[in-house]
């Protein structure tokens, strides 16, 4: 496991992955951004400070996995990736490109260290499951940690998951909610509605936190609370801004799928210091 | 091996119980062996499993898209794990998931459909599975194995489970003729010549393996000499098999219970026109069937002895 770094630098590496989601999607002139910048905290504090991982031996049985399950947010699980010298950062410009390792959606057969190859919505948490129910019968400590969209969750098969994960006492296991509040044809809220979400977990036996998916010191907390919990899952409902970061990305739909010009990639890169 | 020239065809178990009895001999010698179950337990026959190996049991509950990704988590960590369910809801129903969470990564993950086929009779079209062989061989780098009696069953749990990679298993839920003595050796992507023959070759696999036989049997005493091949794996083809029968006796007919279209039939044909061209008909469904006895079902959608013989005869004019 990583050293708890301070606060600040903690900040700097989000801002430094903020950095590489919009150049490589400006790069590669398309992809998604906003889902992407709202997720930065939460791989941030969960690759530097939650999981027992070590980039040197990516297939160490007993590490803990991680997930995407919104797999169209591929470019900062890549980024953080490349930070923690799992892949290259002087490809991640690469992105989307014909023979690159950074394929559109995460994907296993060029990305060995990935653990799932993901793109395709809602199938992620159940994945997860299974290597969580594998490490149940290996006694090993592994943990197991599944970012979902909002827009995701309306798939039937999470909630087939979320059921199974009850029943069956799976404590190992970490759903974390990217509460953007926003998907690709606009706002959760009119497209299909997911509030009351964290009753909606809480009434499928989960044990539910939520925070601001922004807000550091609350998803350290968040994540030891998780550790402790035991006998049943647990869900962050992270509540965090699509496009994060980058103010004329903010709560704007219409960056959840489209690249940013030369221009506007500038205009981002100034905000981002 | 010499070719067995006379076949009792005595009824033996259904292939979905010598999976379950299988499955519980392989838990026993392998600790990475675990199941995953949606509610169908006592007919897919893994209920033996569950009962012997109970902490490497996973009961899904009807939810057959959940079982096949947990099923894919469990192979990504290393286990060996079975999904099992009736062949029309694990493919159908799991599809999504088979394709994004096995075929496309890779991932070893070993999928049972037992009830396939129209002869689980009574139930109906929605519990019969037709499409399953087409849906299992479009998916990159599935093994797509469809064993023809308990023997040839019992050894393709362990072949798939020796593989390294996704396979599909195809069973049936009637009781079946025993066509193997016990000791067979089997292999992925092998055919087996079952009756020598050098006017036609039938091809089958599952129940209508028996079925060529006894139509061998009637085309026999009308002088024609018929060879059969019992093609259990449907995906890897032994196109060296395809492509032997094809050039030595010049016409094949094809037959199982599926439809026709995304069948083996269309694999052979595949296989033979691209070696060795020939007369060419095909057993199998063209449509949904209906409820009835499982021998009602099978005559009246055309999966008799008779229906591969008149296909055969139909061949030999065509030659």
Known sequence: MQQTKDLAALQQFCTRIRRHIVEMITEAKSGHPGGSLSAVEILAVLYHEVMRHDPE??????????????????????????????????????????????????????????????????????????????????????????VLGDGEIQEGQVWEAAMFAAFHKVDNIVAIVDFNKIQLDGWVKDIMEVEPLADKWRSFGWHVITLDGHDIPAIRSAFSEASATKGKPTVLVAHTIKGKGVSFMENNPKFHGMAPTKEECAQALAELN | MAVKTKYELKLGAATREAFGKALVELGKENQDVVVCDADLSKSTMVHWFAKEFPDRFFSCGIAEANMVAIGSGLASSGKIAFVASFSAFVLNKGFEQLRVTAAYPNVNLKVVGTHSGISIGEDGPSQMSIEDLSLACALPGFVVISPADEVSMSAFVRLAAAHVGPVFLRAGRVKVPQIYDPGQKFEIGKAITLVDGKDVTLIAHGLMVAESIRAAGILEAEGVSARVIDMPTIKPLDTDAVRIAASETGAIVVSEEHLVDGGLGVRVAQAASLSHPCVMEYVGLTDYAESGTPEAVLEKFGMTAANVAAAARRALKRK
Request: charged share 15%.
């Open chain 1, 57 to 146: 031996n990516p297939q160490w049985p007993d590490r803990d996995r991680f997930i995407l399950g919104k797999g169209h947010a591929a470019p900062v699980l890549y980024s953080v990736m490349a930070e923690f010298g799992y892949t290259p950062v002087d490809q991640l410009h690469t992105l989307r490109r014909i023979g690159s390792i950074y394929q559109g959606h995460p994907d296993r057969r060029f990305i060995p260290a990935l653990e799932a190859s993901t793109g395709s919505l809602g199938l992620g948490l159940s994945v997860g499951l299974g290597m969580s129910l594998a490490a149940r019968l290996n006694n090993s400590p592994t943990r197991v940690y599944v």
